[in-house]
């Protein structure tokens, strides 16, 4: 079982600069690829972006690219998204979530359902 905790959400304008953390529970956060994904009001869960696992590849949606980066401490069970150049269309709850890769399966899951565990979500608002 992993318990994920995301922080850092909040108020921003935009052009501004917000970097969310979500520490992980567990003793083999290293085996997980760590997502984060996003759900603006009224609309699905999408994906925003994720490190796999130590060692792996780092891959984003086209809309972030270039913007927000993530980085992940395997020694802190923490992974972060840095997110710069705000936009309001940024707007949104934003969770991360965790996938085990000691069993087959995709090397870079970006989808909802390729993942096992969730955080409780933290809220960014990009005013304008």
């Known amino acids: 079982q992993v318990q994920l905790v995301e922080s850092g959400g909040g108020l921003v304008q935009a052009g501004g600069s917000l970097r969310l953390s979500c520490a992980a529970s567990?003793?083999?956060?290293?085996?997980?690829?760590m997502g984060w994904f996003r759900q603006a009001l009224g609309k699905e869960r999408e994906f925003v972006g994720a490190?796999?696992?130590?060692?792996?590849?780092?891959y984003y949606a086209d809309s972030v690219k270039g913007r927000f980066t993530i980085s992940r401490d395997n020694a802190k069970n923490t992974v972060y998204l840095q997110m710069n150049s705000l936009k309001p269309e940024d707007t949104a709850v934003y969770y991360c979530?965790?996938?085990?890769?000691?069993?087959?399966?995709?090397?870079?899951?970006?989808?909802?359902?390729?993942?096992?565990?969730w955080g409780q979500g933290t809220q960014v608002t990009v005013s304008s």
């Open positions: 490190r796999s696992w130590s060692g792996g590849s780092t």
């Open positions: 567990g003793r083999t956060f290293s085996m997980y690829a």
């Open positions: 979530a965790a996938r085990w890769m000691g069993v087959p399966g995709p090397s870079r899951p970006s989808r909802t359902d390729e993942y096992d565990y």
